[in-house]
């Protein structure tokens, strides 16, 4: 199986007019993807790479039975085309912008969930389910369908990251890209929990960084008598305190929020620790060998 994302994913595009638009209508269309409408106002009736183009998302549901969107405006305007999808009752929706205020972040999520919908992002590549559909701008290539959940604060770590799994032969159900932002529309736990429920996915890799508390959800996931085993690769063990290392949420604030003390945390849990890229595909598959061995 996989999580929020599958190959009956019916994707509106949200801004399908500007660059990022329509390189992924055919970006999308090579990851078996169905792109069915576009959104871009002021354009209504148009067609953009065979897609037909809507004034609002509300239009394009409605005509097209999409049920998924990947919205692609400026972070001016990404806090009204979010609510104005999540209104339009689309329920899953990924935002890959960056550069968002806080306080637009806050009131996505919290739509959100009012409204019973799934949000990717912000600050994040998307949302993947090798060979079944995709619903971000990550490269395909790196991904291969498999028994392996993957959660990743980064996009650029997750790339190559999978890309190592899927040579070790380590394919993975499906690859979502939390994002580097202090709020976020799926967290970690929340993402943990989909893949915890998923049962076709046999373990979970966790991509994480400095700053925050995200990876302590998968410290007392991995608590539980019943969680699925997971490995762990973090990032930024020699980032110095005080200072934003890349995204807007890696920066450590207390000693919590450092390397160190995550890992720690990870590792008295019970998760595989990887202590770099090179030995994540032997953590991953020691995880998975975990998952595969009979109950005592």
């Known amino acids: 199986m996989s999580i929020l994302l599958d190959a009956t994913a019916r994707v509106l595009i949200v801004g399908i007019s500007g660059k ?3 390189f992924s209508v055919k970006d999308l269309a090579q990851s078996r993807t169905a792109v069915v409408a576009g959104v871009a106002p002021g354009r209504h009736g148009q067609i953009v790479e065979n897609i037909p183009v809507f004034s609002s998302v509300a ?10 969107a990947l919205i692609y405006v400026p972070a001016s305007g ?3 085309a979010v609510l104005e999808t999540i209104e339009a009752g689309c329920p899953l929706i990924a935002y890959p912008g960056d550069g968002l205020p806080v306080s637009d972040a806050m009131e996505m999520r919290a739509a959100a969930l009012e409204a ?6 912000p600050n994040s590549p998307g949302l993947i389910s090798p060979g079944k559909a995709k619903l971000g701008f990550m490269p395909s290539f790196c991904y291969a369908p498999g028994p392996i959940g993957v959660i990743s604060r980064s996009g650029s770590l997750s790339y190559e990251a999978c890309f190592r799994l899927t040579s070790a032969g380590l394919g993975q159900t499906s690859v979502i890209g939390i994002g580097g932002d202090p709020v976020r529309g799926v967290n970690a736990a929340e993402a943990i929990g989909s893949f ?3 049962p076709e996915t046999r373990a979970i890799v966790y991509l994480g960084e400095i700053g925050g508390s995200e990876e302590y959800a998968l410290a007392e996931y991995a608590r539980r008598p019943d969680a699925k085993p997971a490995a762990a690769l973090l990032v930024g063990r020699t980032a110095p305190v005080g200072k934003k290392m890349g995204h807007a949420a890696a ?3 207390s000693y919590a929020e ?8 990870l590792d008295r849990a019970g ?3 990887a202590r770099d890229l090179d030995g994540l595909a032997a953590a991953a598959k020691s995880a998975l060998t975990r998952a595969m061995a009979p109950a005592a």
């Open 196 to 198: 915890h429920d998923d």
């Open 20 to 22: 990022f638009g329509t």
């Open 271 to 273: 998760v595989v620790i």
């Open 78 to 80: 990404a806090l009204d």
């Open 258 to 265: 450092g390397w160190a003390a995550k890992v720690e945390a």
């Open 59 to 68: 239009a394009a549901i409605g005509e097209t039975g999409a049920n998924a």
């Open 251 to 253: 920066m450590i604030g």
């Open 116 to 121: 019973g919908a799934h949000l990717v992002g």
